[in-house]
């Protein structure tokens, strides 16, 4: 793990610290101290002895807490393209896990995931949920790249490259769990894959694992009609009634997709404080449907944003997540002032940490806290004149305008240029599994 700066002072124009909503901040600085904010303070308050530290100056710059990317199958960002313009179920059934059978192993996961990870703290983020086969090569990954994750213990009914059974994937999940207990940046989940390739025995196996460990589960849920209409035929029920005869709906479930829900469900969502993570642009690409954002956020839920994978959105960037939900919400409810910049830039911090359970540590600037950190620069003529910061970076800006990134207090991304990663040798291995996946070789 490399080693954090000491100590470290960042001056810029505008801070947002995300808590209070809406607030902006102007000409601050943040004084940084192993790894955690000791201070946020007006920058003509900086006295002498701030001189003797290192200093990074972006007089054109908006910071604000590092986004959470609440989920994400890093490993299928070597899907990227492969397979565009097709339903979920044609997707998944003809195209990607035909391709996972034949391709998916230790190094597809390692260098898919590591390819997830650039881009990601390229962009701007610097916590994400992730799931997909080989958790332990996933979390390596994170590990040497000093990334926050989330990692999901897959389980499915059906084989894979890694596990051949509901049992093994439980089995060889409890097994990763103790490996990374414990750990400073990397967490553990249960990660049932969806209802339909999940049975109620691996259900119930899963909700007792998780119990006993006291980790989440993140399911994929209502991801589209055609899954509630099939429970109904296949179950007599809906498949969100079945969680909850299962047991399932606890306070930290993690639900993601969520684009069918009826009134009954959005207050039982409330009731048992279960979180949603909403996938706008990969929704929108698979015409799976449209979360109720409007509607859940009114009911006191907490919805937090995800990618998807960059098979099914094409790209990882999440500041393009928060202005698509903003839109989605706004044209859905017929409200121009739902989801506005301000909760739609919490949905992508605050209320991601806040389903991970680290609203403590992250998602917001805050003294005491993680120094999860990123920049924009807002010189550019398409950002003319600024007058909500707020408004131009979730309207205006894209992932491409970050400049630096910090996580922990250690600078991963500076002037558009990684300090760590080595995106020649990282190119090279991606260009390999292009030539693969394309029938090359």
Same mark, same amino acid.
């Not at 499915?156 to 060889?172: D, G, M, T, V, Y």
């Not at 990882?316 to 698509?324: I, K, Q």
């Given at each position: 793990? #490399? ?49 003797? =530290? ?43 896990? #035909? ?36 958790? $332990? ?6 590990? $040497? ?12 009914? @059906? ?16 097994? @990763?769990? $103790? ?27 899963? @909700? ?7 980790? #989440? ?14 429970? &109904? ?47 706008? $642009?990969?929704? =929108?690409?698979?015409? +799976? ?38 839109? &989605? ?15 739609? &830039? +919490? ?58 990134? !910090? ?25 390999? !599994? ?8």
């Amino acid at each position: 793990m #490399p080693a954090t700066i000491k100590s470290h002072v960042i001056n810029a124009r505008w801070i947002v610290p995300i808590v209070p909503q809406g607030k902006v901040l102007e000409n601050h600085s943040i004084l940084l101290e192993d790894g955690v904010i000791k201070d946020i303070l007006p920058t003509k308050n900086l006295n002498g002895g701030y001189g003797q =530290m290192e200093m990074t100056n972006l007089p054109d710059h908006l910071l604000t807490a590092g986004f959470v990317n609440a989920h994400i199958h890093s490993a299928m960002s070597l899907f990227r393209g492969y397979a565009d313009d097709l339903s979920l179920s044609e997707w998944l059934n003809h195209h990607i896990w #035909p391709a996972e059978a034949r391709f998916v192993n230790q190094r597809f996961v390692r260098d898919g995931t590591t390819l997830a990870v650039a881009e990601m703290i390229a962009s701007g983020t610097t916590c994400a949920a992730d799931t997909y086969f080989f958790p $332990e090569v996933s979390a390596k990954v994170f590990e $040497e790249n000093y990334f926050r994750a989330q990692v999901g213990i897959p389980v499915l009914q @059906f084989s894979n490259a890694w596990a051949k059974s509901e049992k093994e994937h439980i089995i060889k999940g409890l097994q @990763f769990y $103790e490996n990374i207990r414990g750990h400073s940046l990397i967490s553990a989940a249960f990660s049932p894959h969806a209802p339909y390739t999940v049975t109620d025995l691996g259900f119930q196996q899963v @909700f007792e694992q998780a119990t006993n460990l006291g980790i #989440p589960i993140h399911l994929h849920l209502h991801e589209t009609k055609q899954e509630v209409e099939t429970g &109904l035929i296949e179950n007599g029920r809906r498949p969100y009634t079945r969680m909850r005869e299962l047991g399932l709906l606890k306070a930290d479930l993690q639900t993601v997709h969520m684009t069918e829900l009826n009134d009954e469900e959005i207050e039982s969502l409330y009731e048992n404080q279960i979180h949603v993570v909403h996938c706008p $642009e990969s929704n =929108m690409k698979l015409a +799976s449907g449209i979360c109720p954002v409007n509607k859940l956020i009114e009911n006191g839920v907490n919805v937090a944003l995800g990618t998807d994978g960059a098979a099914s959105n094409n790209d990882l960037d999440l500041l393009a997540e928060a202005r698509s939900a903003a839109f &989605l919400s706004k044209v859905t409810s017929g409200y121009p002032s739902s989801v506005k910049a301000e909760e739609a &830039l +919490s949905m992508a911090t605050i209320n991601g940490a806040r389903l991970l359970g680290l609203d403590e540590r992250i998602g917001s600037l805050e003294i005491g806290k993680c120094a999860d950190i990123i920049a924009f620069d807002l010189s550019g003529i398409s950002f003319q004149p600024i007058y909500n910061p707020i408004s131009q970076l979730i309207y205006a800006a894209n992932g491409q305008d970050v400049t630096h990134t !910090w996580i922990n207090g250690e600078c991963l991304y500076k002037d558009k240029k990684f300090t760590k990663l080595n995106l020649f040798q990282l190119k090279g291995r991606v260009e390999s !599994w292009q030539k693969k996946l394309g029938g090359h070789e």
